[in-house]
């Protein structure tokens, strides 16, 4: 079995490769990569592949069947995340100098304020394997669906029900917003991405 993180492979039981669970599903694992908000690959990340509990799996897979009916596929950005990825993150924001990506990622932020408005969390649902960071790519275009601001902006743009984008890029929002609540995934305030399942 594939896994992001070495602790997961002695005990991957209740776990699921997504990519074999959903095999429609496309991956930017952006935490494997230097693409992120803190540049560089994140701890705990060995592989370019996301994993979800079981649960989460099959929840996610009845948005996958009908978000596929109308012309999307799931694009995902990150699913389980690693306790030592956490670690990496909190690091950072306490010792770390670095902000080369803050222009990218946290233009009008400090990166003590990510941490106090909620955008990186000290604890995170994602190590539990049942929250999942996503988009819809349109199968016509081969593009992400325009949802007003990129994965991972750290702003006020990033939160849900942000007016100030067009009336476009509000109904993408709200079209994925509606399938994953459907399926039994909560939202929350501060990024349009971000899901995790209620029962889990």
Sequence with gaps: MKTINSDLTMNPAGFVVLSEFIPD?????RYHSTYNFIGERIDGYEEPCALLTKEAARALKAVSKEMMVHGYR?????????????????????EDTDIRMKPYFYPDLDKEELFEKGYIAKLSSHSRGSTVDLTLLDMNTGKELDMGS?????????????????EEQYSNRMMLRSVMLRSGFKPIDCEWWHFILISN
């Design 74 to 94: 799931l694009k995902i950005f990150d699913a389980y995340r690693p306790a030592c990825a956490v670690k990496h993150f909190i690091l950072w924001g306490i």
């Design 25 to 29: 599903i496309i991956q930017e694992i």
């Design 150 to 166: 990129p994965f991972d902006l750290f702003s006020p743009m990033s939160h849900p029900d942000y007016k100030g984008i067009t």
